[in-house]
């Protein structure tokens, strides 16, 4: 189910640049209805919507994975800095890749990341 706060954020959004809820599903490539139903809290939307979403409303996908519940609150602006040296080499040389290949890199590093979290927190036998 959507969060509360990704329905207010959407409709706030809307009405500070004079956008109708109609008009912003059709421009963003959503049907109504997704729209409805994400303003309604009726079900989680998926990555596609989201991004669909940000993209259309010039906001960053993060920020909107972060409203929807997707992602922890984390620093997700352009001057965040990554402490390891090593990794921010490699996310500057992923930047680089096709979109449909950095989103593979996303679910790969989030698999590892919620395997070793679950590991963590799994009682020892």
């Known amino acids: 189910m959507a969060s509360k706060e990704l329905g207010d954020f959407i409709r706030q959004t809307c009405k500070e640049r004079g956008l109708s809820l109609r008009g912003l599903s059709i421009n963003a490539g959503l049907s109504p209805g997704t729209v409805n139903?994400?303003?309604?809290?009726?079900?989680?939307?998926?990555?596609?919507?989201?991004?669909?979403?940000?993209?259309?409303?010039?906001?960053?996908?993060?920020?909107?994975?972060?409203?929807?519940?997707?992602?922890?609150?984390?620093?997700?602006?352009?001057?965040?800095?990554l402490s390891d040296p090593r990794l921010k080499f490699h996310f500057l040389q992923a930047d680089k890749l096709p979109e449909p290949v950095r989103n593979l890199i996303v679910r790969i590093v989030r698999s590892i990341i919620d395997h070793f979290q679950a590991t963590e927190t799994a009682p020892e036998e």
């Open 37 to 81: 139903n994400l303003l309604n809290r009726q079900y989680q939307p998926s990555i596609f919507s989201l991004n669909q979403l940000a993209d259309y409303l010039g906001i960053k996908r993060q920020h909107l994975w972060q409203v929807a519940g997707l992602l922890k609150d984390m620093d997700y602006s352009d001057k965040a800095e």
